[in-house]
């Protein structure tokens, strides 16, 4: 990092006599180290994503910027680590717009169940005028500036008995997160939501605590629950998304050209990289199931969507019109 104006001005008139000596001109930029943190193992797809930012970042700066990765929360977890950034006590690292409405409650709207209509949806979302408006009020409300919002994938059912429409989940016990919205969709649905720790779920599918679940398509091949639930549903009801964040004051702190190279390491990296590998991911995880399991790729949608009032009624009641607005404006660039 280089030496500020002030401080070199604090040295007096001998300051300037150094200012114009030949050598000062060709010194070295002083190197900067980042702090990344994230809560996941380093075998997960965001974690080789930081590394390749770090690198990109390294490159773009001829080794000035180091980025120190601390990955499976070593120093912060999720909602910790976005904390952290607000206080400027951590550099960067991977959050969520879900956790961000602990503070800011609008921010939860990307988890509306049925409300994005697919990834083109979202891609518009999240790269357009919606996505820029949330960056713009995270860091002014948060003092969190996200440089690329990222994607995780869709989310599907797994279930013991055939899933067509939205009616075929009635009565039956369904595992969720314990996260408002998923029971409130689990409710509007007519099952019996159970919140279960997810180490749990192939056990409690074998015993009959539950009779499905809901999760991303690559959980369920990694979990292999699909031994005990021989139906999985492609809803792609709810959107997880995960973004790449830091610290608007430690950012504004940084040089110019810094600045640029992380933002433009983040978005190659998040907006473009991840992506891609998130559609693979998902898209073989789908059709290996496929092949093990009763598959349904295109069930009734309406079905569900219609039963979404009552979420998002919920949802905007406790987050306000803020939250209104973001739900409004997604839905209309689903219909553009």
């Given at each position: 990092m280089t030496i500020s104006r002030r401080k070199l001005l604090g040295y007096g008139a001998g300051a300037a006599g150094v200012l114009a000596?030949?050598?000062?001109?060709?010194?070295?930029?002083?190197?900067?180290?980042?702090?990344?943190?994230?809560?996941?193992?380093?075998?997960?797809?965001?974690?080789?994503?930081?590394?390749?930012?770090?690198?990109?970042?390294?490159?773009?700066?001829?080794?000035?910027?180091?980025?120190?990765?601390?990955?499976?929360?070593?120093?912060?977890?999720?909602?910790?680590?976005?904390?952290?950034?607000?206080?400027?006590?951590?550099?960067?690292?991977?959050?969520?717009?879900?956790?961000?409405?602990?503070?800011?409650?609008?921010?939860?709207?990307?988890?509306?169940?049925?409300?994005?209509?697919?990834?083109?949806?979202?891609?518009?979302?999240?790269?357009?005028?919606?996505?820029?408006?949330?960056?713009?009020?995270?860091?002014?409300?948060?003092?969190?500036?996200?440089?690329s919002l990222g994607a995780s994938g869709f989310r599907i059912f797994v279930t013991k008995k055939e899933i067509k429409s939205a009616d075929d989940l009635r009565g039956i016990k369904l595992r969720v997160p314990e996260i408002p919205v998923y029971v409130d969709m689990a409710r509007a649905l007519g099952t019996n939501p159970t919140p279960i720790p997810a180490g749990e779920i192939y056990t409690a599918l074998q015993t009959g605590v539950i009779d499905g679940f809901e999760a991303p398509a690559d959980f369920v091949t990694s979990g292999k629950q699909y031994e005990v639930a021989k139906f999985v549903t492609r809803t792609y009801h709810i959107f997880t998304e995960v973004s790449m964040m830091a610290s608007a004051k430690k950012m504004a702190s940084l040089p110019p050209n810094v600045q640029k190279a992380l933002r433009d390491a983040a978005v190659d990296t998040t907006a473009k990289q991840m992506w891609e590998a998130n559609l693979k991911i998902q898209g073989e995880a789908w059709t290996e199931l496929a092949s093990k399991v009763s598959a349904n790729a295109s069930p009734n949608i309406p079905s569900f969507r219609s039963k979404m009032g009552p979420v998002i009624d919920n949802f905007v009641t406790k987050a306000g019109p803020k939250a209104k607005a973001y739900i409004e404006a997604v839905q209309a660039a689903g219909k553009a």
């Open positions: 000596m030949p050598y000062v001109a060709k010194a070295q930029a002083q190197p900067i180290r980042l702090v990344f943190s994230h809560h996941v193992p380093t075998a997960h797809l965001i974690h080789g994503v930081a590394e390749k930012f770090a690198d990109q970042v390294k490159q773009a700066t001829n080794g000035q910027v180091t980025i120190d990765i601390r990955p499976a929360s070593q120093l912060f977890n999720l909602r910790t680590s976005s904390e952290a950034l607000q206080l400027g006590t951590l550099d960067l690292c991977w959050s969520d717009l879900g956790t961000m409405a602990n503070w800011q409650p609008q921010f939860g709207f990307t988890s509306i169940p049925f409300l994005f209509n697919d990834y083109d949806h979202v891609k518009k979302v999240l790269y357009g005028p919606i996505g820029e408006q949330v960056t713009k009020e995270a860091k002014d409300t948060l003092g969190i500036d996200i440089l």
